[in-house]
């Protein structure tokens, strides 16, 4: 099938995505059949059983999904967890449809215990009024978590365009892991709703996939997991420890970053709930260069959720610190907390685990979460919002370089951890994502100062010019701890570098960044003398370093004029490589050359072309 060739969601949302989002209530709690004795996680998780009828389930699901289609920058969150068990039939088969901040995850203690005998998807969103050119595209379709189930494909009562694949055409902010796809076609790419059908970015991890369409994904990292086959590359694809990964020896025709093993690794810790009925949070112990799927790993520990401190919106930060302090981990429900002095997590090994994409907002420029430098901390599934007043930094591993404890073998690890200033409130931070320990791992990370959202600017020449005096943000992550490691690291729109890494011996595996689009003039988008900023900066002291697949774009909609010196910023020494990078231009100013000096200028003769460096130095 011809797909048209994409274009990131800049140009083809800029003048559509000023409008004013509606924000949905949430279900009340008559609304959430809890069973009796089962903890009670808050109104907004819903727990289904197989004995539940499928028309019910169905009709909560198609419910949510009505008020979370077009809810980018709203407040209501929602998990859908399901027991243990089969959903849906041939004959009645379950279809799900999931919308902005929406969790759907099985509850079992291995992906095959629960399967949907239907769909769970994700469709392109039209933006458009006019139904001539309705602007159906996936470059919006954030902040999603599908996990720990099988979906055995059926498209029955579908038109036939989607019969026989289940669609989830998605970009940041959105998570794939432990799951199975049987019986059709994994697309991430929906090419059945009307065009233009750009798409732009995603994650799987620990996985099994059929025969899978990329389609128009820009980027994309697939890891530890087994796929049958996977057809096209657009500008960056990568794959580290895939078994049937596609080979990466002609890059970039096509443009594929194949590892063999995945550097260092740790699933995401897990609700289940065990034999005797009991909910329990399984976490995963950290590896080191591994392949395929690790279902049946039994290494790693067992939480009971009664050693969770289970946090709904409204409890105060006094009392969530207290109740870390007496040993207690903690489990965030759905939902926004209003966070006025930071979350302290201080103890080893404790784990802070968000359902359907709970959002911590700072409040009075405080640091919402500040993570002690000790080892085998988890945190996982949490939303960090910057607020109104400027904070320092929205989350902080580690005080200082080098003066804490850290293990190689229990890093503290971020998994699904997600950043952003400004969209639904104007937002202020100095950095977003600050990491001083040392062995942490980044798995699977969004970090954002929006370029659209509901804070009162219009998009255009004038909206941006106060965007980029109001919400600001001058580094996205900067890593000055050595061994980190971060696989999946998406940073954007950052007034100054979007990620600095000062660290020695860091790795990164993908790396997607996009410059921020509204400097308003050449003089505001200067690095002293140096036509802007690096969006992948790595210290001019370090000595080893090693990033795997990287893009930087540019779209300069508010000054088209506008030039970058380079994409990528790095000391000229043999131990700091760069593996398959790009630059490229999204139809509005320049980056003139890939790497400190090296490629040619991505400017807008090339509008959505990528200009390639193989490797950094060059290999003799």
């Known amino acids: 099938m011809t797909r048209p060739r994409p274009i990131r969601r800049a140009a083809a949302v800029a ?41 019910q389930i169905q009709a909560t699901l198609d419910a949510t999904y009505a008020k979370q289609v077009d809810n980018e920058m709203g407040t209501a969150r929602y998990a859908y967890l399901f027991k243990p068990g089969t959903y849906g039939t041939a004959e009645q088969p379950l279809q799900i449809k999931v919308g902005y901040y929406t969790e759907i995850s099985g509850l079992g203690a291995n992906p095959g215990d629960v399967v949907i005998n239907g769909k769970v998807e994700a469709y392109n969103r039209c933006l458009g009024s006019d139904p001539a050119n309705p602007n159906c595209i996936a470059l919006v379709n954030f902040w999603r978590t599908l996990s720990n189930l099988t979906v055995n494909i059926n498209g029955a009562g579908q038109d036939g365009c989607r019969q026989t694949a289940n669609f989830w055409a998605v970009s940041q902010a959105v998570s794939l892991r432990r799951t199975q796809f049987t019986g059709g076609t994994l697309s991430l790419m929906d090419y059945c709703t009307a065009g233009p059908q750009y798409a732009s970015g995603g994650f799987i991890a620990n996985s099994k996939l059929p025969t899978t369409v990329n389609g128009s994904q820009q980027q994309w990292l697939t890891r530890n997991s087994e796929v049958e086959s996977w057809s096209n590359a657009v500008w960056n694809q990568v794959f580290a420890g895939v078994t049937g990964a596609p080979d990466d020896s002609a890059f970039p025709n096509p443009p594929y970053t194949t590892l063999p093993t995945t550097p260092v690794s740790r699933e995401k810790p897990f609700l289940f709930v065990d034999a005797k009925g009991k909910y329990q949070v399984r976490v995963p112990a950290a590896k080191r260069n591994t392949a395929g799927s690790s279902w049946d790993d039994t290494s790693g520990r067992t939480i009971a959720l009664s050693d969770f401190y289970v946090a709904k919106p409204g409890d105060s930060v006094a009392k969530i610190n207290l109740q870390l302090a007496l040993g207690k981990n903690l489990l965030l429900t759905p939902g926004v907390y209003d966070i006025a002095q930071s979350i302290h997590v201080f103890r080893p090994n404790t784990v802070v685990l968000g359902l359907g994409h709970a959002t911590l907002t700072a409040v009075n420029g405080s640091i919402p979460l500040d993570v002690a430098d000790v080892p085998g901390v988890i945190v996982a599934g949490v939303t960090i919002d910057a607020g109104t007043k400027e904070s320092p930094v929205l989350l902080r591993v580690g005080r200082q370089h080098g003066l804490g404890f850290s293990s190689a073998a229990n890093p503290t690890t971020l998994n699904d951890v997600y950043f952003r200033v400004g969209g639904p409130h104007i937002g202020k931070t100095n ?69 600095v890494w000062n660290g020695e011996r860091g790795t990164t595996v993908l790396y997607q960044n996009e410059l921020p689009y509204d400097p308003p003039t050449q003089a505001d988008w200067m690095n002293g003398k140096v036509q802007g900023y690096a969006g992948y900066k790595v210290g001019s002291k370090v000595k080893k370093h090693q990033l795997y697949g990287g893009g930087v774009y540019v779209f300069n909609q508010n000054n088209p004029s506008i030039h970058t010196a380079n994409g990528f910023e790095v000391p000229n020494t043999p131990g700091v490589k760069l593996k398959h990078i ?19 200028a991505a400017d807008t003769t090339k509008v959505g072309q990528p200009v390639f460096v193989t490797n950094y130095p060059a290999v003799p």
């Open 15 to 55: 003048l559509t995505l000023g409008l004013a989002l509606s924000v949905a209530p949430a279900l009340p709690a008559s609304a959430h059949g809890w069973t009796a004795g089962v903890q009670d996680l808050g109104p907004n998780v819903t727990v289904f059983d197989p004995s539940t009828p499928v028309s």
């Open 431 to 499: 950095i977003a994502l600050e990491v001083n320990s040392d062995d942490v791992l980044i798995d699977h990370t969004w970090v954002w100062r929006g370029d659209h959202g509901v804070e009162g600017f219009t998009n255009g020449v004038n909206g941006d010019t106060d965007r980029w005096k109001t919400n600001t943000g001058r580094y996205g992550a900067v890593i000055n701890g050595d061994d980190v490691t971060a696989t999946g690291l998406f940073v954007e729109h950052f007034q100054k570098y979007n990620t």
């Open 582 to 600: 790009m630059t490229v231009n999204l139809s509005a100013g320049v980056i003139d050359h890939v790497v400190n000096g090296v490629g040619e």
